[in-house]
C-alpha cells in the first residue's frame, strides 16, 4: 500500500515538471532569440552564484610574479597589472552587476508602479503635476542624470543602486500610467463603480492585474540598460568603488594603458558586459512579443 502512496504523492511534482518543460520548449519554438537571451542570462547567474567554486581563490589577491600573463591553462583569461586573475574578477563581477542590475530595476520600476497606478487613475492636479516632472526628467539622458545622481550620493554599491532607480523610474511611471489610463476606461471598471465596489477593490481587483504584463515587459526590458549604465559609471570612476571587482573598473582602468601591450584585459570584460546585456535584451524583447496584444498578430 505504500508505494501506490508514494506514486500519488509524486505524481503531481512529475505533473508540473512536465508542463514547465513543455512551456519551455513552446517558448524556444515560438521564440529562439528569447530563448537563446534567458540561456545567456543563465550562464551568468550561474557562473555568479558558483564564483567561489569556478574561480581560483581571492579576486582581489595580488600576484605581482604573475603580473600580465596572457591567457593559459593557470589563467585562462590570464592576469591583470596586479598579477590577480582575471577568470576570476570576472565570475566575481558577474555578481556586482546582477545585483546591481536586478535590484536596481525593482526598486525604480516598483516604485513607478505604484506612482503610475495611484497617478492615472486618481488623475487631476496630481496626474498634471507628476506628468510634467516626469516629462522634465525624461528630458535629461539618462547617463547624465545617473552621473549628476552618484556625484551628489557619493560611490557605493548601495548608491549606484539607488542612482540608477532613479534614472529609470520616470520610464515606468510613464508606461504605468499610461496603460491605467486606458485600462480605467474599460466597462468592467464602470460596472465595478456602479455597484459601488471601493477605490482599493477596483484597484487591486480590475486594475493590476491588467497592467502587470506591460510593468514585466518594461522591467525586462531595463534590466540590460542598468547593467550597462553601471559598467558605464565605474568606467568613468563614478560607480562601484575599488577593490570590488566591477566589469566597467576593469575596463577603465586597462584601455588606455593595455588595449596593444595585453588586449585580454579589454577584451574579457567587455565581452562580458556585451554578453549580458544582450541576453537581457533578447529575453526582454521576447516577452514584448508574447504579451503585447499589439503584436501578437503579427
Known amino acids: 500500500m505504500a508505494q501506490p502512496q508514494a506514486v500519488s504523492t509524486l ?6 515538471l512536465r508542463r514547465l518543460g513543455l512551456g519551455t520548449l ?3 519554438k515560438k521564440q529562439p532569440l528569447g530563448a537563446a537571451g534567458l540561456a545567456m542570462v ?3 547567474a550561474v557562473a555568479a552564484v558558483f564564483a567561489p567554486l569556478l574561480g581560483t581563490g581571492d579576486p582581489n589577491l595580488d600576484d605581482f610574479t604573475a603580473r600580465l600573463q596572457p591567457p593559459s591553462g593557470a589563467h585562462w583569461f590570464g ?12 565570475l566575481f563581477g558577474a555578481r556586482i552587476s546582477l545585483e546591481v542590475g536586478f535590484l536596481s530595476v525593482f526598486t525604480g520600476s516598483l516604485l513607478g508602479l505604484v506612482i503610475g497606478v495611484a497617478t492615472g487613475f486618481v488623475g487631476g492636479f496630481v496626474d498634471t503635476v507628476t506628468v510634467r516632472i516626469v516629462e522634465m526628467t525624461l528630458a535629461i539622458p539618462a547617463l547624465l542624470l545617473a552621473l549628476a545622481l552618484m556625484a551628489t550620493l557619493g560611490a557605493g554599491v548601495d548608491k549606484v ?10 520610464r515606468t511611471v ?9 485600462v480605467k476606461e474599460n466597462v468592467y471598471v464602470e460596472a465595478a463603480r456602479a455597484i459601488g465596489a471601493s477605490t482599493p477593490r477596483i484597484v487591486f481587483r480590475h486594475i493590476l492585474p491588467n497592467v502587470a504584463a506591460p510593468y514585466l515587459i518594461v522591467a525586462s ?7 550597462l549604465t553601471e559598467a558605464t559609471l565605474s568606467f568613468l570612476g563614478l560607480g562601484i568603488p575599488p577593490p570590488h571587482p566591477s566589469w566597467g573598473r576593469m575596463l577603465a582602468g586597462n584601455v588606455s594603458s593595455y588595449a596593444v601591450t595585453a588586449p585580454w584585459l579589454v577584451v574579457f570584460p567587455g565581452l562580458a558586459i556585451s554578453w549580458i546585456v544582450l541576453g537581457f535584451n533578447l529575453f526582454g524583447d521576447a516577452l514584448r512579443d508574447i504579451w503585447d496584444p499589439r503584436l501578437r498578430g503579427r
Not at 510613464?174 to 486606458?182: D, E, F, Y
Not at 526590458?221 to 547593467?227: E, F, K, W
Open 11 to 16: 505524481a503531481p511534482r512529475y505533473r508540473g
Open 26 to 28: 513552446r517558448f524556444a
Open 42 to 44: 543563465l550562464v551568468v
Open 79 to 90: 592576469t591583470d597589472n596586479f598579477g590577480r586573475d582575471l577568470w576570476t574578477r570576472i
Open 161 to 170: 543602486i539607488i542612482a540608477i532607480a532613479i534614472t529609470y523610474l520616470p
Open 174 to 182: 510613464r508606461v504605468m500610467r499610461g496603460t491605467v489610463l486606458s
Open 221 to 227: 526590458s531595463l534590466l540590460g540598460g542598468a547593467i
